[in-house]
């Protein structure tokens, strides 16, 4: 069954460094979703992609956070400098297409502590 | 905004009891999702929605699309030790959000 793959599963850093998250979506998905989920809470959406266009990033914090899919196909998510506040998981999901009818399956995770 | 009310934040329940969870929300969706968290992993789907009243079955799960597509909600039946972990609630259309969680425990 085909997978949402994400690198790198965990990652520890310094605060003030540069730390970037890596996702493949499903092939043929052309909606592609980044959410962070701090512990214990459900995932919050950071930035949603229909092919390489970005269609909302309304809740991403642009000072320090970027994320681009420049060919439609994988992503990547970037933030810096890196705050101690970061820390928790980013995940990625895929959706073939943006209307009702289509799932969204989610990767397994990266991890991020920031210390 | 969009908000997504779920509940209840926790259960604890024995083996063997039937579980029932539901979520609500502040708009009107076109879709509804209902994943499983474990520790340390993403999300997974349990059960998709997709028409007001619709109601889904996947094993010992089932899952309702409310009527006024303003609400679902999620059944368990016999639980067992493995249904241990937290359960989401997701919905919208294009732009998806997340309930905060159902806690389930197992007592033993």
């Known amino acids: 069954e085909a997978e949402v793959a994400q690198s790198p599963r965990y990652k520890i850093t310094e605060k003030s460094q540069a730390v970037a998250f890596w996702c493949d979506p499903i092939?043929?998905?052309?909606?592609l979703y980044w959410y962070r989920q701090i512990l214990g809470q459900g995932p919050e959406l950071l930035v949603q992609f229909q092919d390489e266009s970005v269609v909302d990033d309304s809740q991403l914090p642009k000072d320090r956070f970027s994320a681009e899919r420049l060919k439609g196909v994988d992503s990547t998510l970037k933030i810096q400098p890196a705050e101690l506040g970061d820390s928790a998981m980013y995940l990625c999901?895929?959706?073939?297409?943006?209307?009702?009818?289509?799932?969204?399956?989610f990767g397994e995770g990266s991890w991020l502590t920031v210390v | 905004g969009q908000q997504l009310n779920q509940s209840p934040q926790s259960m604890f329940i024995q083996e063997g009891e039937d579980v029932s969870m539901n979520c609500t929300s502040s708009?009107?969706?076109?879709?509804w999702l209902w994943y499983k968290q474990e520790p340390g992993e993403g999300p997974v789907l349990l059960i998709a929605?997709?028409?007001?009243?619709e109601l889904t079955s996947n094993g010992r799960l089932t899952a309702q699309f409310g009527i006024t597509r303003k609400d679902s909600f999620l059944n368990t039946s016999a639980s067992i030790p493995s249904d241990v972990g937290i359960y989401f609630c997701?919905?919208?259309?294009?732009?998806?959000?997340f309930g905060k969680g159902t806690r389930l425990h197992i007592l033993p």
């Open positions: 708009s009107i969706f076109n879709t």
């Open positions: 997701a919905g919208g259309d294009d732009k998806i959000i």
């Open positions: 092939s043929g998905h052309a909606t």
């Open positions: 999901a895929s959706r073939k297409g943006p209307t009702s009818g289509n799932t969204i399956y």
């Open positions: 929605l997709y028409k007001a009243g």
